[in-house]
């Protein structure tokens, strides 16, 4: 006997049922599997898309990963193309940002210990790349004529770009700054009174890259195009707001180059930037290209712009201080504020070290966790408070927090550590090695099982798959103070040779001045080519 068919708005109303329950149990199982067969069932696809949109929104809000997710945005870039197609630019836009922001919610992607990005990124942005309004997101809108070199003559200007954080950017722009064949300027799109109001709003953004939002693209064309007539070359750091504002005018002659670090990876923007109006793409490690080329369709198609991989520029001289004796027995860790920092991983460090010795502690270094960011951070921070206050009580841990002087912080650090699930570059664990401090590094699970990581970054020896192999590693390289030492000077003299601004200065100099800007770059065919090896 066939099954008698349900109307729409009674699978509606039985889904809405089951949202209500997901919103109030932490384990709404039956609810799930109600809400996934009332949205399989139901024949309206924009019905179907509101019940499952709904549904994943409700878990997220709870800080679970959904159930239905990849359906959920499935059904919601299906109601984006639908408007595409009937040529609503400002409502496709709307709808496919909507399903943007769904598939990048922090709750996936940043306040938990995996992420489905990084599992199978070419599997999870797969809606991205059949979806007809996201390829129109994506098209590549181009520029009037190739970037030029600047006359000869002239000192080059270049355009240092970013959105209220140069963290990473003061001494690349210091350097420039003192060229004598160089002229610089800074632009702040946070803060710059002109360019400031337009660099917000991320659905007008969308709407504008897919045809829609006339008058505001008028505005960023008057906003940005006197700082793009007076640059030969704009250097955007972070490939976030600042890159999808510049990216929406075209920049005619002028070089752009984009630097992506760890943030924008896991975020909705590489999808919202049009990369065919950049020329440049930096990356800070190869684990971070491979997997980007692997989840942005774009830095495979046409249009993609040459790809660099280079170190960050960090100045790595003064943290070359004299250590105490006790330091041997201290271990670091800088930058716990987030739940990808995992310092719970540190804290069974700790305990295996001191069943062994308790002569072992623990410094923090860094603003602490903040269980306030939402659900999620606040489960993984209800279980990190309770194993630290053990800690703390016996007096294994100190709190060394948010400080000016990290060298000086670092200066009583014996070994630093790098507990971390997922990082792009890990800035405090090169600068605790510089600092003579013996390295151990977890091989982040978000990259172990890939081509890059962890181990393709630093030395093979500093590098531990488990707590208990950290653990064994401290003990060996601390046994005696000669052996810390002679372990922390090998360090020291490792990061100072390898990544030190000294040294990366060129690598910067080859990619900003030469001549022949394409030098030691992959073209998109080799984007293309990483991309298929990364599926």
């Not at 942005?296 to 170190?311: N, Y």
């Amino acid at each position: 006997m066939p099954t008698p068919e349900i109307p729409d708005e009674r699978l509606a109303t039985i889904a809405q049922w089951a949202i209500t329950r997901m919103s109030r149990a932490e384990r709404p199982l039956v609810a799930e599997r109600i809400l996934g067969a009332a949205g399989q069932r139901v024949r309206d696809p924009r019905i179907r898309a509101d019940i499952l949109m709904d549904g994943a929104e409700a878990r997220l809000a709870k800080g679970h990963v959904p159930r239905h997710l990849t359906k959920a945005y499935t059904a919601q870039l299906q109601r984006a193309d639908e408007e595409h197609a009937a040529g609503r630019w400002a409502a496709a836009g709307s709808e496919a940002t909507r399903a943007l922001l769904l598939a990048y919610h922090r709750v996936l992607h940043v306040d938990g210990l995996s992420s489905p990005l990084a599992e199978h990124p070419d599997r999870f942005t797969g809606p991205l790349r059949r979806s007809r309004a996201a390829k129109a997101l994506r098209r590549p809108r181009g520029r009037r004529g190739a970037a030029e070199a600047p006359p000869a003559g002239r000192r080059q200007r270049m355009l240092f770009v970013h959105h209220d954080n140069d963290n990473f950017l003061r001494p690349v722009m210091e350097r420039y700054a003192d060229h004598p064949d160089v002229e610089v300027r800074v632009l702040d799109t946070a803060a710059d009174p002109v360019v400031g109001p337009l660099a917000k709003g991320v659905t007008r953004i969308v709407q504008r890259a897919m045809g829609g939002q006339v008058a505001y693209g008028k505005e960023l064309e008057a906003a940005l195009r006197p700082h793009l007539d007076w640059a030969d070359t704009v250097f955007i750091d972070w490939c976030a707001m600042a890159a999808a504002v510049f990216t929406l005018v075209d920049p005619a002659d002028t070089r752009i180059v984009v630097r992506l670090h760890s943030y924008e990876a896991f975020s909705l923007w590489p999808h919202i930037v049009d990369f065919s109006r950049v020329d440049d793409l930096i990356f800070v490690s190869e684990h971070l290209r491979d997997m980007c080329v692997a989840a942005v369709p774009a830095l495979k198609e046409k249009g993609a712009p040459r790809l660099h991989v280079v170190d960050n520029a960090v100045e790595l001289a003064p943290f070359a201080r004299p250590k105490a004796d006790d330091a041997r027995f201290t271990l670091g860790l800088v930058g716990v504020g987030q739940v990808a920092k995992d310092p719970r991983w540190a804290l069974e460090v700790l305990r295996l070290l001191r069943e062994k010795d308790e002569r072992y502690r623990l410094h923090l270094i860094g603003s602490p966790m903040d269980p306030g960011m939402g659900p999620a951070a606040a489960r993984y921070h209800r279980d990190y408070a309770r194993e630290l206050a053990r800690l703390e009580a016996a007096g294994a841990v100190r709190h060394i927090g948010q400080t000016p002087d990290v060298p000086g912080a670092l200066s009583e650090i014996g070994v630093i550590l790098s507990s971390s699930v997922r990082e792009s570059w890990h800035l405090g664990l090169v600068e605790g090695a510089a600092s003579g401090a013996v390295p151990v590094v977890r091989d982040w699970p978000f990259f172990a099982a890939q081509p890059h990581g962890a181990r393709a970054l630093f030395p093979d020896s500093w590098v531990v798959a488990t707590p208990e192999e950290a653990a064994a590693r401290v003990l060996r390289l601390t046994a005696t103070e000669e052996d810390w030492r002679k372990a922390g000077s090998e360090a020291a003299a490792h990061a100072m040779a390898a990544w030190d601004w000294a040294h990366v200065q060129g690598d910067f100099d080859q990619l900003l001045l030469a001549a022949d800007r394409a030098v030691c770059s992959p073209d998109g065919e080799a984007a293309e080519a990483l991309g298929k090896a990364a599926e």
